[in-house]
């Protein structure tokens, strides 16, 4: 078992940044893959970026890439997505999720466990 808790979000003017954290609790959070997705009310949970759990590998949502980072610290059990140049349209919800799994770690059925989310408005 893996406990998320994500925490960083807030309200935000177009063209700033933020970064959000996910810190993990339970089983060992070294061995999982790291994911992060995001979800507007209405819509499907969508994926952002995912991380390897070496960090070995990163991959981004073409919405995203270029302006989103994500790494890992596996010392401090927390994974960090860095938002810079936010648009009105990253307004979401931000979840990150464990995948024990080492393939397809763009869907959101890879992943088994999941964060509470966060908020993240940005104004235009």
């Known amino acids: 078992q893996v406990q998320l808790v994500e925490s960083g979000g807030g309200l935000v003017q177009a063209g700033d940044s933020l970064r959000l954290s996910c810190a993990a609790s339970g089983r060992s959070f070294s061995t999982y893959n790291m994911g992060w997705f995001r979800q507007v009310p209405g819509k499907e949970r969508d994926f952002v970026a995912f991380i390897t759990w070496n960090s070995g590998m990163s991959y981004y949502a073409d919405s995203v890439k270029g302006r989103f980072t994500i790494s890992r610290e596996n010392a401090k059990n927390t994974v960090y997505l860095q938002l810079n140049s936010l648009k009105p349209e990253d307004t979401a919800v931000y979840y990150c999720?464990?995948?024990?799994?080492?393939?397809?770690?763009?869907?959101?059925?890879?992943?088994?466990?999941w964060g509470q989310g966060t908020q993240v408005t940005v104004s235009s």
């Open positions: 999720a464990a995948a024990g799994v080492n393939y397809g770690l763009t869907a959101r059925g890879r992943y088994e466990y």
